[in-house]
DNA sequence: ACCCAGGGTCATA
DNA sequence: TATGACCATGGG
């Protein structure tokens, strides 16, 4: 401890959630999550992306789309051998075959997406985290972007992203992080929807932990470029 | 040729 | 609790 002088408070006070979010709204504009249709286009969506680049995922949903078969009676009905055939664009196809089918099935027990939108979110949460291929960032997305309710997700993206910026250690336990954000921001489905996407193409752009990251200097959210960029 | 993507499950230790 | 293997396609 020497006797210089420190900076007041901290040399550079942490940005808040609120204002990283309006850095990344100003500078990539809004994102206009989710793409779907449908409420269980999202759905299928969130289970298709899985791990695997979203151009991908379109055209699985086309392959399904063709077929008359984006429906939880359709995908139920389907022999296991051609919906895996439909999904194959996607990866994993076998595996997200078997996944698509718990939850449609699921869905038809719960007596339909109708049915689904009248619960509270609390346990429709609960519910989908419970089918089998649904964890908690499958959940969340669907509960976010099909049932427009205030969740928070969180991804690679999220984690990585703010690590950086020393907002969080980024290992921390999914729930915790959750929690911490939900708090922050306040209940507020179109914020969580447009943050959650504006995260993401952040980081699709070009941040990707790198030494060098173009995406969050242009942004002005960058550690590094706190005292040099604007 | 290599790396990774809008994760989740399962088997080990 | 915490790693590691596995799933599989398509784009950079």
């Given at each position: 401890m020497t006797s210089s002088r420190r900076k007041k408070a901290s040399r550079r006070t942490s940005p808040s959630l609120r204002a990283v979010y309006q850095r990344l709204l100003r500078t990539y504009g809004a994102q206009h999550w989710w793409p779907g249709d449908s409420r269980f286009e999202i759905m299928v969506g969130a289970v298709l992306t899985q791990n695997t680049a979203w151009t991908n995922v379109e055209r699985a949903i086309a392959n399904l789309k063709h077929a008359r078969a984006l429906t939880p009676e359709a995908i139920v009905r389907a022999p296991p051998r051609r919906l895996a055939q439909w999904l194959k664009p996607s990866g994993y196809f076998n595996v997200k075959a078997k996944r698509l089918r718990n939850m449609c099935q699921w869905m038809v027990e719960q007596g339909g997406v109708g049915a689904l939108a009248r619960r509270n979110t609390h346990d429709l949460r609960a519910a989908l985290i419970a089918v089998h291929g649904i964890g908690p960032e499958t959940a969340d997305d669907i509960a976010l972007y099909a049932f427009d309710r205030p969740v928070f997700v969180i991804d690679?993206?999220?984690?990585?992203?703010?690590?950086?910026?020393?907002?969080?250690?980024?290992?921390?336990?999914?729930?915790?992080?959750?929690?911490?954000f939900e708090d922050d921001l306040g209940?507020?489905?179109?914020?969580?929807?447009?943050?959650?996407?504006?995260i993401v193409r952040h980081g699709k752009d070009v941040c990707r932990m790198r030494p060098r990251c173009d995406a969050c200097r242009f942004a002005g959210i960058c550690p590094a470029a706190s005292t040099s960029q604007r």
């Open positions: 690679a993206y999220t984690r990585r992203f703010f690590a950086r910026l020393g907002m969080i250690k980024g290992d921390e336990g999914y729930e915790t992080l959750r929690h911490m209940a507020d489905a179109q914020v969580f929807n447009e943050y959650h996407a504006l």
